[in-house]
């Protein structure tokens, strides 16, 4: 099979990635770009060799593929744009800002047979790919998505553009049905939240604590899961994955003081350290050439996109 043409529609922050990535993969040919902005869109063409195009349309005209990296309010017109010109589509997350307009695109693409995929990267972290072979019984889940204030994201809160990954990562892992949700946010330097904390109770009775923030003066990506007879801890930056077994616990008291011992014993595992994004546009062209829709992965965005709505919805309320 010839190598499929591959285009990046949108050139910020995080369509330069995928430009980055794309230009450097030997399985596809990467024929340009096309930003709203075409100082920014022709700047980035010429940093990596490729054409710049006037619209949209032009670059999908000459497309088999193309990520789309636009902001969310731009997801639905210009995913029903590629659709329209038969273009596979790798979509940055979330899929849409409205339910209704991402089940549109998803039924759009599915009768067109046309690959549809949203970019959760974090499914591709090696870390992540380990956990889910390890995970039995989790019981308590703890993440933490924290960070200082970029000025990269305005269109939406923290919810759509972080929270949202570990939503995703939790709704794979744990695997069963969420039967309540708690949630809280405040906007502390813009007029969505800048800080958002969400309970999720699922059916199993596991319960589910996400923590997120754009006001924090210190880069965080943890994960926590407690199990029967194991904690876990992920680092998401480092994608570090260690398992704590077997602890105890001593206390025993003097005249002079209180002392406390614990002991456990720590497996670190080896995780093959992949750049997820370099790996998530490899499935998505592998997908491609072997015609494998993602029909449940889909089913998966999109109770993803309706756990962050509520979400949402209950932020507001507050």
């Known amino acids: 099979m010839q190598k499929i043409k591959y285009g990046v529609i949108g050139t910020g922050h995080m369509g330069t990635y995928h430009v980055n990535v794309a230009s450097n993969l030997n399985e596809i040919d990467f024929i340009g770009v096309y930003d709203i902005d075409q100082a920014k869109s022709s700047r980035t063409a010429t940093q990596f060799n490729t054409t710049n195009y006037n619209t949209a349309e032009d670059l999908l005209k000459e497309c088999d593929a193309v990520s789309i990296a636009v902001p969310t309010t731009l997801h639905y017109e210009i995913g029903k744009l590629a659709i329209k010109h038969q273009t596979h589509i790798l979509l940055e997350k979330p899929i849409c800002n409205i339910v209704s307009q991402a089940e549109e695109l998803i039924s759009l693409a599915e009768k067109q047979n046309i690959i ?3 970019g959760h990267v974090e499914r591709f972290n090696g870390a992540v790919q380990e956990l889910l072979t390890i995970i039995n019984k989790p019981l308590l889940w703890e993440s933490r998505r924290l960070g200082p204030n970029t000025g ?3 269109d939406v809160g923290v919810v759509m553009d972080l929270m949202i ?10 695997n069963d049905k969420v039967k309540n949700i708690n949630a809280y946010g405040r906007n502390i330097i813009s007029n969505c939240e800048d ?6 109770e699922f059916e199993n009775g596991c319960i589910a604590t996400l923590t997120t923030s754009r006001v924090t003066q210190e880069k965080i990506r943890t994960l926590s899961i407690s199990q029967p007879d ?4 992920l680092d998401f930056t480092t994608q570090d994955l260690q398992i704590h077994k077997q602890a105890t616990s001593k206390i025993s008291t003097s005249t002079e003081k ?3 011992k614990q002991a456990a014993l720590i497996e670190r595992l080896f995780i093959h350290k992949e750049n997820p994004l370099k790996s998530e546009i490899l499935n998505f062209i592998t997908n491609i050439k072997n015609n494998q829709n993602s029909v449940d992965t889909n089913k998966t965005d999109l109770e993803t996109l309706k756990i962050t709505s509520t979400i949402l919805e209950q932020i507001t309320r507050t």
């Open 230 to 233: 194991s904690y876990l801890y």
């Open 195 to 200: 800080l958002a904390s969400a309970s999720l």
């Open 165 to 174: 990954h570990d939503i995703d990562i939790c709704l794979r892992v744990i």
């Open 152 to 154: 990269r994201i305005h």
């Open 116 to 118: 549809l995929e949203v």
């Open 258 to 260: 209180i002392h406390y």
